[in-house]
């Protein structure tokens, strides 16, 4: 049972101030700047009050005159850089001092100021590790025991207040440690739950969308292939309206391909298994197949569809994943770009890249959808484009895509005028 217990009780105690950041330093000393004026507000009116008529009223003023000054400069003159635990220790440390002071003034070890030697030592007690802690607490016993040969009175007296006071000063640090450190592990394990509990959903349920997706590819495409057959054989014997039917599932069923493959791919990205196979590529012939296999779709919306610049240039890049980021920019651009409007897609050679930009006159993007266009599932959604069919996944594979690529990727937009997706892969 006391093997068991002295864990809980002294781990806490050693891992009090042991997580350090600037953030965390940073709210001390706001704390320590507030706990110090109001110290020197109450030690101006302690000389003011009847059982203060005792005091040294000018050794306190000048105390105080001396703090509120240290604290300006400490506090405001210093940069936010300087935050850290060594200025924090050395606050301490002259904090302590000016007390000594303070106690002296007001009657040594039988006076009532004392009490902020233990404000000290809580404050390092919670914000510094043990080691720092210890300094600190030795620091202000030492002062306690001098100021006890320095007070007026018996000897036997002081020194025995003095003992009462440094055992009252360790029972004090050693108790808001202990809870300070068990509300530090606490957080801290709370937080680590929180990230086993997220990576095991996020792991659950990428294997999920795996084994989904993977499970009904097979169905899908030889649902696929069933459609293809019927259109092609016995499109003749359908009357209009089952030919209408078969068209609709078709493209369906092309839908649901794309989107099981995108799921896949997503799935493959987050497992780091997406195999990516670069080689040189003449890039101008993959331009040319995009191009053509979204031909109807330009046409039917009568959308116009060119392409310029260096096209003869040849990038790293694997040539099935090339073909497929076009095919997501371009479909893109034509799938967001009103009828009669115009697609270009355009190489330039930039020394060690080539850049390939992606430019439509269609309805454009808003600065705050472009921050997040690359994300997951992300679709910008407005009056415009909620009659679009999409995922929300083109974009995010596309960027993992290019990236794995050696490349880069990025978009610049305005609503109304239309928009650019540019990517870069290495000049072969």
Known sequence: MGESAKPDLLGPFFSSGQIESKERYIRFERLSELFTWLAVILGALVAQLPFGRGLDRKGIYLICLLIGAGAFIWYRLLPRKYSGLTKNF????????????????????????????????????????LVH?????????????????????????????????????FLVVFYSRVEAGEASLAKEREGKTILEKEKTLGELKDEFVFIISHKLKQPATAIQGYLEAIASKHSGSLNAEAKKILELSEVNSARLGKLLNDLLDVSRIEQGSLRVE???????????????????????????????????????????RLKEVLTNLINNAIKYTPEGGHVSVEVRNEGEFARVLVSDNGIGISEEDQKHLFEKFYRVETEQTRAIKGSGLGLFITKQLVEKMGGDIGVSSQLGQGTSVYFTLPHW
Do not use: C
């Open 90 to 129: 050395v606050y301490t440390l002259i904090t302590v001092v000016f007390i000594t002071f303070l106690v002296h003034y007001t009657g040594g070890v039988t006076g009532y100021t004392l009490f902020f030697y233990f404000l000290a030592a809580i404050a390092a007690a919670m914000s510094m590790p």
């Open 133 to 169: 802690t210890a300094v600190v607490g030795l620091f202000i016993v030492a002062l306690i025991f001098l100021e006890a040969f320095l007070t007026p009175g018996g000897r036997a007296t002081n020194f025995s207040l003095a003992i009462l006071h440094s055992w009252a000063l």
């Open 278 to 320: 670069v080689t040189d590529v003449f890039i101008k012939p993959i331009i040319n197949e995009v191009l053509s296999s979204l031909f109807f779709e330009a046409r039917n919306k009568k959308i116009t569809v060119d392409q310029k610049g260096d096209l003869e240039i040849a990038v790293k890049a694997d040539a099935d």
